[in-house]
Nanobody, 118 residues
């Protein structure tokens, strides 16, 4: 059984930084595709970063240059470093993973709240 557990969310001021973590059991991140998604109230869930099994990374324009996804294979953990945070980044952030990029949304974590506010 796959279990993904996110942590690291919280309240941060605009311009600040946070690092989210996603720890996994039942799936090996080094041979999986993993993504970070977010959902703000009243909005659809959107992807903010992904990393493939080969290490290819991708970001939407809203996250490019500010967010960085990384993977620690020894800890079987994926991170999302978020810098220059804006109020519009406020959302619940979720980790998802699957065997391939096409099945990246096969497994989900419970989410962690990120609030950007002064």
């Amino acid at each position: 059984q796959v279990q993904l557990v996110e942590s690291g969310g919280g309240l941060v001021q605009p311009g600040g930084s946070l690092r989210l973590s996603c720890a996994a059991s039942g799936i090996i991140f080094s041979v999986s595709a993993t993504g970070w998604y977010r959902q703000a109230p009243g909005k659809q869930r959107e992807q903010v970063a992904f990393i493939t099994r080969s290490g290819i990374k991708g970001y939407p324009d809203s996250a490019k240059g500010r967010f960085t996804i990384s993977r620690d294979n020894a800890k079987n953990t994926v991170y999302l470093q978020m810098n220059s945070l804006k109020p519009e980044d406020t959302a619940v952030y979720y980790c998802a993973a699957g065997a391939t990029f096409a099945t990246i949304q096969s497994n989900w974590g419970q989410g962690t709240q990120v609030t950007v506010s002064s």
